[in-house]
């Protein structure tokens, strides 16, 4: 039994030794950092530590002098300012860090968060009416803008000054919207070093470049406890700037002054904030966040983390808590509604799929999900009258915007990255969209692209898995996209005692090796559907990874299994 297929990177022994002898590592962690591309002293050690000297020069980012300049004249002329935010956890929180920093300036500042089912995504027309009637002279975008070139045409005719932060890919065609100014490292012509930013990012670093303006940069780390939130919660690559915003970040999460932040952890169960982990950000405080877009009015968020009253900000973390709890279960819901929807998933390269009414909040969610359980992009579109409202989610070998743009004439409107996107299409359009989508889809995929893999760096003999190494393994942290945590693989183990049944989905058990040595081992979600338990009997091989926990001041290691076989074939 081997459920998906197992691809063990080779490693140069020798070359690990070397690197392991000059930084003073273990021989396994030399072999990860060369596998992630670190294979040379200065920097492998600059991975290791990441500092505020790591973060870019924020003035190497096209448009930022124009941006900046414009912004100050706002500030010390007591103009009225609007940040137009995204709706979910990278927009919301870079609208915090935003108002947050221009509120310290003694900015005239209000913001605006669109809600998802009564406005819809990015920047509309009628929001900078409303702003431009309510004497609102400048809007600065937070996560979103970047093909929004009707509105902005309408901002420009009307003299209403528009600066556009933004991740987003550009439209190809139209290139940049007709902005005051753009930041967007992705936009054409800008040589900003780092393209990984989340939109937060963007918004960090124009706070940066502004506060260096009033002689004020010794503030700007403060800020990126709440970018390293956004960061992670929106998947970002942990790599380069964003690795060393979220460790800065996570470093002074233990020293929280923010009443709102403060607030959030004590209701997502971080205790004091003192050892978080990406994890924590990605799935306990970022999931809290990213609720109330999906459920709710997302503008909660910002209130949050804008509010100086404590009473206050333990009201709205328990709102985001409520929200967070309402949004799992009809996220279970969709997804089981939109599995039961499916025929076989193998007939085709992309699944898409429709229901009446289903609630727009989850539906990426679900499309993530379904899309990790095949094995094949997917889009889950939530149909309302003659209209569907989809979202999208791909595979690591399938771009889907470059998908959606050869569809883009089905859609009244589309957007997103490679890998996660938006549509807007009328229902009479579905069905050509799901056979053009798939054409274009089984042009750039194989058969072997859509075979469910588990790669794996690093072959362990279950002796050297060891507590030593767990909490070696650590200096790798933050984990997260662009930077995985490391999978294993041990072989000859056997079963220690008869696997324990967890809530229904989990197994628990402990397995040794040929010296006997106890290792405990859960198994996520891996009963499925319900009452099908795995068959562990006989010799067994496991690939997982390694995590350590503490209890009462009691510290364990836990091998977290990804996948198990009970026979040696490849």
């Known amino acids: ?112 968060i669109p809600h998802r089912f009564t406005e819809g995504y990015g920047i509309q027309q009628a929001a900078l009416e409303k702003a431009l009637a309510d004497g609102y002279t400048l809007v600065v975008s937070i996560d979103c803008g970047i093909r929004a070139h009707e509105p902005l045409y309408w901002a420009r005719v009307n003299k209403l000054d528009v600066i556009i932060t933004d991740h987003h890919l550009p439209d190809e065609k139209q290139g940049s919207p007709p902005a005051f100014a753009v930041l967007n490292p992705n936009q054409v012509g800008c040589n900003y070093p780092d393209k990984h930013l989340a939109g937060v990012g963007v918004a960090f670093k124009l706070v940066h470049a502004l506060f260096r303006e009033y002689g004020r940069e ?25 690795r060393a915003i979220v460790s800065l970040g996570l470093k002074d999460l233990a020293r929280v002054a923010n009443p709102g932040l403060r607030a959030l952890i004590d209701v997502a169960g971080c205790g004091d904030g ?39 900000a333990r009201r709205l973390a328990n709102h985001l808590d409520a929200r967070n709890e309402e949004r799992k279960t009809v996220q279970q819901q969709i997804i089981d509604l939109a599995i039961a929807e499916l025929k076989d998933p193998k007939d085709s390269f992309v699944t898409v799929i429709a229901g009446e009414g289903w609630h727009r909040g989850v539906i990426g969610i679900a499309a993530s999900k379904i899309a990790e359980r095949f094995n094949r992009p997917c889009v889950v579109l939530s149909v309302d009258g003659d209209m ?77 898995v060891t507590f030593t190494l767990a909490r070696e393994l650590e200096a790798l942290e933050p984990f997260g996209a662009g930077n995985p945590r490391p999978v294993f693989v041990s072989r000859n183990l056997r079963l220690l005692s008869e696997p324990a049944v967890v809530k229904g989905r989990h197994l628990k058990f402990r397995v040794v090796g040929p010296q006997n040595r106890p290792l405990e081992a859960v198994w996520w979600n891996c009963i499925e559907p319900p009452g099908q338990t795995p068959d562990l009997k006989g010799s067994i091989e496991l690939a997982y990874t390694l995590e350590t926990s503490a209890w009462n001041g009691d510290f364990r290691m836990q091998l977290n299994v990804i996948d198990l076989a009970t026979d040696f074939r490849k």
Not at 17 to 43: F, K, M, Q, T
Not at 275 to 303: H, K, Q, S
Not at 395 to 417: M, P, Q, R, V, W
């Open 1 to 112: 039994m081997k459920a998906k297929r197992w691809i063990v990177r080779e490693h140069d022994a020798e070359r690990a030794a070397s690197l392991a002898r000059v930084l003073g590592v273990s021989p396994i962690l030399a072999a990860l950092l060369i596998a992630r591309g670190y294979d040379d002293e200065r920097n492998a050690r600059v991975f290791l530590s990441p500092t505020y000297d790591q973060l870019h020069e924020p003035y190497s980012m096209l448009g930022m002098r124009e941006a900046v300049a414009r912004l100050k004249q706002a500030v010390d002329n007591g103009e009225r300012g609007l940040i137009y935010g995204d709706y979910d956890v990278d927009g919301t929180t870079g609208t915090a860090v935003l108002l947050r920093a221009l509120k310290l300036l003694g900015a005239n500042t209000g913001f605006h």
């Open 218 to 242: 010794a503030q700007v780390p403060a800020f990126m406890k709440v970018v390293a939130i956004g960061t992670v919660a929106d998947v970002a690559r942990l790599t380069g700037e964003n």
């Open 274 to 312: 003192k050892g978080m982990t990406a994890y924590d950000l990605g799935f306990r405080l970022g999931p809290r966040i990213n609720a109330a877009g999906r459920m709710d009015a997302a503008r909660a968020v910002v209130e949050l983390f804008d509010t100086r009253d404590s009473d206050e």
């Open 388 to 464: 569907a409202h989809g979202s999208g989610r791909s595979i690591e070998a399938y771009h889907l915007l470059n998908g959606l743009t050869a569809c883009s004439d089905l859609f009244e409107k589309f957007g997103g990255h490679s890998h996660a996107a938006g549509i807007t299409i009328r229902c009479g359009r579905i069905e050509e969209f799901r056979r053009r989508l798939n054409e274009h889809a089984a042009a750039c995929l194989t058969p072997k692209d859509l075979e469910p893999t588990v790669s794996i760096d690093l072959e362990l003999s279950p002796e050297n």
